[in-house]
């Protein structure tokens, strides 16, 4: 039937009409599902900075209270005062001569198991006491071989600031170990108030992490723009300094690094929206109580851009929507006829080598003898075990061992003649099958003969692999020219493994004493 101009154009116009109805009514409803959902996540990320700063603060708040309570330990203050200041000549032994001799103290180690008890208990890192000299008079885990005692913690303002106004507190990476940590340090005092030394309290980043887990990312950024704590590793010890409110970032008052930049960009379409490291963020800043950190929540927008193209897709499925079936029915149909090539390709060849795999080897096997009978030949069956395979494994790896089996696949197919097949049997064994005009029985040995000098010459070489280099002495052959009229191929196979075996032996009896254990001349190289 053929169409009138009028109905054409009329046909054209609808379509124009409903084009435009649907993208229209698309943009609208992908507009307002976007801005729904910014205000879903900017309410999901302001209830979760509240909440993970209340943690934080709790976190702090508990270790100034806990690094405040051993301070004030009679048995604390005792061994400070015994211990203000280091004897003569103190400095001048190494760390280990100083811990010797401070845990021969029965107080020290007293302090420090009741340190170790409250440490554990609270999952802090650390707890540890410094004298007047700032030497680590006592600590928690001072048993383990990995301990500070008697560790000169020269300069370290946490340290000098607990000495001087009672309390300090500070981010750092710990000297020992090299863990992010933070440090709270109370003042010990004597009887007139006078400082004695300072308690520690010592709570590594990633133990602060777990408190802040959550839908979003956690940062608690330092008033340097660094990241000392992060639910996302990606950020850890990075700066994002200019995701810190105005006015609040400060020069940085010790010397630990300011972290390397994060490529931070202020999205121009937001004051809360920021792209870092080319991904989209909503940021949500909280400050704490302790007021060196600011807590930010970064909420990210990245699958906004995909909901949209998922919007806009619809309405295109909904203007061309028989177009597009057909198009999908036929990618379908093409995906599945793929998928099915690739299912019969792998259910008949290696993975490794592409070879055929044994399934197939017996299939060829019996095509091969049914040629045989109507064209009145023999068959040639080699069965191939390459020698001191598993030596190749042990001492390269089996990523190694896998490529010399690929090598020897390949050597093989080029030694073979047109209509000949090689398959991988299993492991480190391979099966060559192929045709040879009908032979007598004293032929079939010449036959066979002459099928072994075009293969196992192939094997025998230095290989150079993956920066591998090592000789090959070759594989064992047991080869077979069998009449198809008298012998059936699972009965030829069993005598090609057989003389297989009795060729691996005589090769064992034939290679010198000093090599039968080993692959021949084993070479190592680095490439």
Known sequence: MVQSPKLRWATLLIAVLWVALVVGLAFWMSHRAVEEEVEGIAASAEYEALTAARIVDRLFMEMTSVANMVARQSQVIELANFYSLDPPGFAELTREERAEILTSESKVRGVGDYMTALADDLHYARIYMNNLSQDTIASSHWEEDFNIVGQIYAGRAYLLDALKVGSGQMFGIARLNQMPSYF???????????????????????????????RHISLIVNLQGRVTTSSDATFMLRNVGPLLPEGAHRPSATDEEPGEPLDVIADSG??????????????????????????????????LGPM??????????????????IVLCGALAEQRAARRQEERHAANHDLLTGLPNRRVVLSELDRFFAL????????????????????????YGHEIGDRFLVEVSRRLLSGLRGG????RWGGDEFIAIGLTPRAEDGEKELAA???????????VDKYSIGGRVFDYSGASFGIVCADPLN??????????????????????????ASTQSDLTKLVLHTS
Request: proline fraction near 4%; charge should be negative.
């Open 308 to 325: 949209q193209r998922q919007h806009y897709w619809i309405a295109g499925l909904v203007v061309a929507a028989g177009v597009i079936l």
């Open 420 to 423: 000949d097949m090689l398959g």
């Open 184 to 214: 709270v340090a109370s003042r010990i005092e004597g009887a007139a108030s006078q400082p004695l030394g300072s308690v520690t309290v010592r709570l590594d980043a990633p133990e602060m992490a777990q408190y802040i887990e959550g």
């Open 372 to 395: 045989a009978k109507r064209t009145q030949q023999s068959v040639l069956v080699s069965f191939i075990d390459m020698d001191d395979f598993k030596i190749i494994n042990d001492t």
């Open 270 to 303: 937001a004051s809360d929206q920021w792209l870092i490291e080319g991904r989209s963020y909503l940021v949500r800043h909280q400050p704490l109580a302790e007021e060196q950190y600011q807590l930010l929540t970064l909420a990210s927008l990245e699958h």
């Open 487 to 512: 012998s059936s191929p699972q009965s030829v196979l069993l005598m090609a493994d057989e003389l297989m075996y009795a060729n691996k032996q005589a090769r064992r009896e034939q290679a010198p």
């Open 449 to 459: 003969d002459m099928m072994r000098r075009r293969l196992a010459p192939l094997l």
